[in-house]
C-alpha cells in the first residue's frame, strides 16, 4: 500500500535483480554507452525551466530491463513512453516544490535508503547491485528525493490529507483486509531431484545418493549442528541457500502442498522428518516467529508494513484521491510549461496513443 509515485521501483527492482542478471544489465548499460558515443546524448524533452535527456530515460529502462530479465519477463508496450511520461512529471512537481516539500521528501527518501540497506545486508552488497545495471548510490538517491519531494508537492497542490474520522470510516468498510492468517516462518535445506534448468528428473541412482545425503543432513540438525551452516553449505534452493535457508514468512496456500503441511506442524525450533515434493527432498526448521492468525485493529502497528493500520488507511486513501484529481493536473501543468517531446519516434507514438484514447472515449459516449 506505500504511494509510489514514479520510477524509483524500477531502478531498485533492477539492482536487487542483479545478480540473477549481471550480463543483461551489463549488456544493456555496454549499449546506452555505445549509442551516446555516436549519437551523443540528445535532449529528448523539453519544458519551460527544464530539459530531460536521452541518458535519462535509457539509465531507468536498463534496471527495468535487466529487472524483467531476471524474472523471465518482458516489459509492458510503450513502456519507455509510459516511464518518460513520469519523468516530466518529477520534473513538473519539482517546479511547484516548497522548501517545506523538499525537507519532507528528503527525509522520506533517507528512510527508503535505510529499508533497502536492511535488505541488501551491508551498503557495499548494495554499491555492487547497482553497479551492475550502471548506477551509483548518488544517482539512486538522487532520484529517490527528487520522486519523494514531487510526491510531496502533489500531495500538497492536491490538498490530499486524509483525516482521522476518513481513515476510520476505510477501515470499517475494508476491516477484512487487515486480518492476517497464521503464517509459517522456516529455514530449509533442499537437495534437488530434478535438473534446475530443464525440471527433468535426475538418474536413479543420483536420487538415491541425494535421499541419503538429505537424512544424514536431518541427523546432523537433530544432533544441535547449526541448521543456518549446514543450509549455506548444502542447499540447493538459490534463493534461500544464502540466508541459511530462511524463507519470509508464509500464509498456508503459497507453498508446495506436502511442505506446507509439514512447515504448519512444526514447533518452534522443531525439525521435520523429510519431506518430498516435485523439486526434491527438503528438511525444515520452524523459527521461533510463528504468526497465529489475528485482526489488527485501528490504532495497532503491522510489522511487515512498518506502519499502523491508521497510517495504512490514509495512505491508500491518499493514493485513491491521487489518482482521481492528478491526471487532470498534470495535463494543466503540461500545457502550462509547454511541454515538447523532440524525439520523432517518441512524438509519434504518443499521438497515436492520444488518438486511439479520443477515439476509444468518444465510442464510449455513444
Not at 82 to 96: C, S
Not at 154 to 179: I, M, Q
Not at 190 to 203: N, V, Y
Amino acid at each position: 500500500m506505500k504511494l509510489k509515485l514514479i520510477l524509483s521501483a524500477a531502478l531498485i527492482a533492477g539492482a536487487m535483480s542483479a545478480a540473477a542478471a549481471t550480463e543483461n544489465a551489463a549488456a544493456g548499460t555496454n549499449a546506452n554507452a555505445a549509442m551516446a558515443a555516436l549519437f551523443g546524448d540528445p535532449v529528448i524533452v523539453k519544458g519551460k525551466g527544464f530539459e530531460i535527456k536521452r541518458s535519462e530515460l535509457d539509465q531507468v529502462l536498463s534496471g527495468a530491463k535487466a529487472n524483467a530479465a531476471a524474472q523471465g519477463q518482458m516489459l509492458p508496450p510503450n513502456f519507455d513512453l509510459e516511464i518518460l511520461n513520469q519523468l516530466i512529471t518529477i520534473q513538473l512537481l519539482l517546479q511547484k516544490a516548497t522548501p517545506a516539500d523538499r525537507a519532507a521528501g528528503q527525509a522520506d527518501a533517507d528512510l527508503q535508503y535505510t529499508n533497502l540497506l536492511k535488505r541488501f545486508g551491508s551498503a557495499e552488497a548494495f554499491e555492487r547491485q547497482l553497479k551492475a545495471v550502471g548506477m551509483t548510490v548518488a544517482d539512486l538517491r538522487g532520484k529517490a528525493v527528487q520522486e519523494a519531494v514531487a510526491k510531496t508537492a502533489l500531495k500538497r497542490e492536491l490538498n490530499v490529507a486524509p483525516t482521522e474520522e476518513d481513515a476510520k470510516d476505510y477501515y470499517t468498510k475494508h476491516a477484512a483486509e487487515f486480518e492476517q492468517p497464521e503464517m509459517a516462518h522456516v529455514r530449509h535445506i533442499l537437495l534437488m531431484t530434478i535438473d534446475p534448468a530443464s525440471r527433468t528428473p535426475l538418474l536413479t541412482n543420483t536420487v538415491a545418493a541425494k535421499r541419503k545425503q538429505i537424512d544424514d543432513l536431518r541427523k546432523r540438525a537433530l544432533a544441535g549442528e547449526d541448521f543456518a551452516k549446514l543450509a549455506k553449505e548444502f542447499s540447493e534452493d538459490p534463493g534461500s541457500k544464502e540466508n541459511g535457508g530462511e524463507l519470509p514468512e508464509f500464509p498456508r496456500g503459497q507453498m508446495m502442498p506436502e511442505f506446507e503441511s509439514a512447515a504448519f506442524a512444526l514447533a518452534s525450533n522443531q525439525v521435520s522428518e523429510v519431506v518430498t515434493t516435485v523439486y526434491g527432498f527438503h528438511v525444515i526448521k520452524a523459527t521461533e516467529n510463528k504468526s497465529a492468525a489475528k485482526k489488527y485493529n485501528f490504532a495497532e502497528t503491522i510489522p511487515q508494513a512498518n506502519d499502523t493500520v491508521a497510517g495504512i488507511c490514509k495512505k491508500q486513501l491518499e493514493i485513491e484521491k491521487i489518482k482521481a484529481l492528478a491526471p487532470d493536473y498534470v495535463k494543466k501543468l503540461r500545457t502550462d510549461s509547454n511541454v515538447e517531446l523532440l524525439d520523432p519516434a517518441l512524438k509519434s507514438l504518443e499521438e497515436k496513443l492520444d488518438a486511439a484514447s479520443a477515439a476509444a472515449n468518444s465510442e464510449a459516449v455513444k
